[in-house]
């Protein structure tokens, strides 16, 4: 029996006892929250700061309420609630269990005044308090906040939540994070210096921009220790930056390459005057527009294929189209070359105007496959996917036109009937034909450069027009009749250009570069690999 | 003297050209003003611009004719020295605004003064008086046609070349003054201007004066190209179009030769764009786009290249459709307009004058074969009779 009396005597003091420390939770939470409501502006701080450091994620609408002023004082007993306008009346919420506790005439209740100050302490508490929460993205969130505005009183926060950390992206921004705000703490020199040159190592243009700030404010011993990183943090930018350049550079030069390959073959090598070109890289695509649009509408499943299902395609209209503009103009034009500037102007301006009366005059939507969205890091340079396959494109493309003009019969014809016509007829070449087939491949290349620039440029009638001064001026810089000198112009005129913009910024850059041309040629009047031999004259 | 060299160097189609033009420039104003608004005969005012604006284009059409027709420089940037000549005359109707702009200052032109800009850049100074913008009209395309032919022709930049690196500058003046920091009131170019030589620019009676200037200059460039044309420089003009090496072998200096043409077509460009700029109330960097260039081109293809006439003809042709078919269907204007350049060059290379006045040379010829056939047969008909 005494047995029997004193287990249920043990087991009631302990559902007592945890009952009460439940309660004690709930009333410290409970007494912090209420002491806003009496606290004064000064005091608002400290009181702020002691419900962060609760780390109760039920803090976190409280602080929010506070800081948009929707936090209200019952004049009647100084329970605080949170509240949303309704009328005259205020709907009022508990804020530890956010139980609905009805309407009240806005009479009764003291609304909980902030100044500037205090809504800059809630929003360093809730960053600190979301460094705590279970969603990644929200936690990279705080981190680059706290980065952005250090705040010395979330130091120790940010090492809490350091210790705990396991994402690898969240933990080297916490690093930054936790290096900056150590600069404005009162800790020792030494932890200092150390964070500096922790800072230094990461680089980058925030650990910078945290570095000069921290320069003014900071004592007399750490400032050489600053001026270092700095010093080692710019050199590095200066390197990654003249990296960035090159790199936007060949991008730039692997889009003049696919817009002017097509161009060097029917410009370069057959000597028309293809104005219509652009055209052709807009039909291109126009093409992979309406691939992905049947695809988005029958086979959602193969939207990333659609490119690959898209280049042969296009390749087969534009070369069509081509086929078809060589056979019923061109081929009367042949040795007049500005009347096919005429021409094939006019040519542009028809199939402009289709495509605008086909699909409309504004920007159609062309997607990017998943393999090419995105952008991953090398070092300090960041690169996007769709701007690397691009490039490869671009090699390949021209690879193979290499490979299809020097190596297969179809390009020995091609070349023998654009160097000396009569001598490959006398020779049983079909020299008509092989013109068509000629001026079909280079429109059929401009229309696998829509495909690709699709992806980088906005889908609407106009595309090819951006495209077709810069074509001539690759091909004609890179010398006529030349491949190799097509490559050779893109590139340096690609990464020319990017080199420039930093300087004059990209409008004058790019002025810069089409009179550089323009004196260039003066000089070169042939371009930078010119034909030599009695071909020139003719 | 010079006037006897001008007469005779004058067929009678060109007498006939400024004897159209002149009777316009008097016909047209007068139609306008002293009219009443409901009279059969009346020409609105609106017309009078319109009008106006073709004759300015007729005039580009004939310079451009000047170095392509002639002397076979395909200049794809001729639009730029009409824009450059519109400019010099835009910055001068800018300074005529004074103070009575949206901000109200009375030195600098409304876009300045949005721009946060204190003083008057030194390029637009003395444009308030027209001497010195009339002058620049005429000089700036002038030189800048100069400089760059100087350096392109001496190194041969030849045909197509040539071509692209003129679309090459139109474009990069497109470029240029697009910026606002060029001083060129940027995207909206120069606008809302209000006077003229003191005259009110919306007035009935400037338009009208504007019209027979526009009509007056361009009969005046057709008897100067044709005296250009026509001398003994003419000759060597055409002879470098046709055969360049050869006419360098021969002992020319063809570099000058070419040079002096671009200068001068250049120069004729700038009046046609000053002209044009107050009869349509805007300059804006649109008019350098390399496809007004291209447009010019086929103004000039389409009258017929190398005639002096076509090109006018051209242009009022080319510009009266566009203003028909635009209003009427807009969608089918660049159907027209594409096929017009792929017909023009296709079956009619000479364009329509050319073709045209082959068409009465041959019949001409044959009429006199025929003629002379009928005097023979006579001749021999008569000693027939007499036997």
């Not at chain 1, 329970?79 to 309407?103: H, M, R």
């Not at chain 1, 690397?388 to 019969?409: C, E, G, H, P, Y």
Request: with cysteine; proline share 3%.
């Amino acid at each position: 029996m005494y047995r029997i009396l004193q287990t249920l005597l043990i087991t009631l003091c302990l559902l007592v006892s945890a009952h009460v420390t439940g309660l004690r939770a709930a009333d410290d939470l409970g007494a912090l929250i209420s002491a806003l409501g009496t606290a004064k502006l000064a005091e608002l701080d400290d009181r702020i700061a002691a419900l962060a450091k609760s780390g109760d994620p039920r803090v976190i609408p409280v602080l929010e309420a506070l800081g948009e002023g929707n936090l209200y004082a019952r004049k009647a007993d100084g329970g605080v609630f949170l509240t949303t306008e309704k009328g005259t009346n205020l709907v009022l919420v508990d804020p530890l269990d956010g139980a609905d506790i009805g309407e009240v005439p806005k009479g009764e209740l003291q609304k909980i005044k902030v100044n500037n100050a205090v809504r800059r302490a809630v929003r360093s508490a809730l960053g600190g308090l979301t460094l705590f929460s279970a969603d990644a993205e929200a936690r990279l969130k705080a981190a680059q906040s706290m980065r952005q505005t250090p705040n010395a009183g979330a130091l120790e926060a940010i090492e809490t939540a350091l210790a705990a950390e396991k994402d690898a992206a969240v933990r080297k921004t916490l690093d930054e994070a936790r290096a900056v705000t150590l600069l404005v703490s009162d800790r020792p020199d030494d932890d200092k210096r150390a964070a500096i040159k922790a800072l230094a190592e990461g680089g980058g243009r925030e650990a910078l921009g945290v570095l000069t700030s921290a320069l003014s404010s900071a004592d007399a011993s750490l400032k050489p220790d600053i001026e270092a990183a700095l010093q080692r943090i710019e050199q590095a930018q200066a390197f990654w930056n003249a990296g960035q350049n090159v790199w936007y550079g060949l991008s730039l030069g692997s889009v003049l390459l696919l817009a002017a390959i097509g161009l060097a073959i029917t410009f370069g090598v057959m000597g028309i005057i293809n104005m219509a070109h652009g055209e052709m890289v807009m039909l291109g695509a126009y093409t992979t527009f309406l691939v992905q649009d049947v695809i988005r509408g029958s086979y959602p499943a193969l939207f990333d294929w659609s490119l690959a299902i898209a280049l042969p395609l296009a390749f087969l209209v534009t070369g069509i189209v081509g086929l078809a503009i060589e056979r019923s103009v061109i081929r009367f034009l042949y040795g007049r070359p500005l009347e096919t500037l005429l021409a094939t102007w006019g040519i542009s301006l028809i199939l402009q105007q289709s495509v605008r009366s086909i699909f409309g005059p504004t920007n159609r939507e062309v997607g990017n496959p998943s393999w090419m969205a995105g952008a991953f890091e090398l070092g300090g340079l960041t690169i996007t996917w769709n701007r690397l396959w691009i490039i490869v494109f671009a090699l390949a493309v021209f690879a193979a036109l290499l490979f299809l003009l020097k190596r297969t019969s179809m390009g020995l014809r091609m070349r023998a009937v654009t160097q000396n016509r009569h001598m490959a007829s006398s020779m049983g070449i079909r020299t008509p034909w092989v013109d068509a087939l000629t001026f079909a491949l280079g429109s059929g290349i401009a229309g696998m450069a829509g495909v690709a620039l699709s992806q980088i440029d906005n889908v609407s009638p106009n595309l090819g027009q951006g495209y077709i001064i810069d074509s001539f001026m690759v091909v004609v810089f890179g010398g006529v009749g030349n491949l190799w000198g097509t490559l050779v112009g893109a590139f340096s005129l690609g990464i020319l250009n990017k080199f420039l913009e930093p300087y004059a910024g990209a409008v004058l850059g790019k002025i810069l570069v089409l009179v550089l041309i323009i004196l260039f040629i003066q000089k070169k009047p042939r371009g930078l690999f010119a034909l030599k031999g009695r071909a020139v004259e003719a | 003297m010079i006037t006897s060299f001008l007469l005779k160097s004058l067929d009678r189609s060109i007498v006939v050209v400024v004897a159209i033009l002149l009777g316009l420039a008097i016909a047209i104003p007068a139609l306008n003003l002293l009219t009443a608004p409901d009279h059969p005969l009346h020409v609105p005012t609106f017309l009078v611009s319109l009008f106006g604006k073709y004759l300015t284009y007729a005039l580009l059409a004939l310079a451009l004719d000047l170095v392509w027709g002639f002397c076979g420089i395909l200049s794809l940037g001729h639009a730029a020295f009409f824009a450059l000549g519109g400019y010099a005359m835009g910055m001068y109707l800018m300074r005529q605004i004074g103070a009575r702009g949206s901000y109200g200052n009375p030195l600098l032109p409304d876009f300045m003064v949005f721009l946060n800009w204190k003083e008057l850049p030194w390029f637009w100074q003395g444009f308030d008086m027209f001497w010195f913008a009339a002058l620049m009209v005429v000089l700036v395309p002038g030189l800048l046609a100069f400089v760059f032919g100087w350096f392109a022709f001496r190194s041969r930049v030849n045909g197509v070349y040539l071509s692209i690196i003129t679309q090459a500058m139109t474009y990069a003046l497109l470029l240029a003054f697009f910026r606002n920091d060029m001083g060129f009131g940027g995207n909206n170019g120069l606008t809302d201007f209000k006077d003229i030589l003191g005259f009110n620019i919306q007035a009935d009676g400037t338009r009208a004066a504007l019209f027979a200037a526009s009509a007056l200059t361009l009969a005046l460039c057709l008897v100067l190209t044709t005296a250009i044309v026509r001398s003994k420089y003419g000759k060597v003009l055409v002879a470098v179009r046709d055969a360049e090496s050869r006419t360098r072998f021969l002992g020319y200096r063809v570099e000058h030769i070419k040079l002096f043409a671009f200068t001068v077509s250049a120069m004729m460009a700038g009046i046609a764009g000053a002209l044009y700029v107050p009869q349509v109330g805007i300059i804006n960097p649109g008019e350098f786009e390399p496809g007004n260039s291209i447009e010019v081109v086929i103004w000039t293809a389409v009258g017929g290249r190398g005639t002096l006439i076509g090109p006018i003809v051209g242009a009022i042709l080319v510009n009266g459709g566009k203003s028909i078919f635009t209003a009427a269907f807009p969608e089918f204007w660049l159907f027209a307009l594409g096929g017009l350049f792929v017909f023009v060059t296709l079956f009619l290379p000479k364009g329509v004058v050319g073709t045209a006045s082959a068409y009465l040379a041959r019949r001409k010829a044959h009429r006199r074969a025929a003629d002379a056939e009928n005097a023979r047969d006579n001749l021999v008909a008569e000693p027939m009779a007499a036997e």
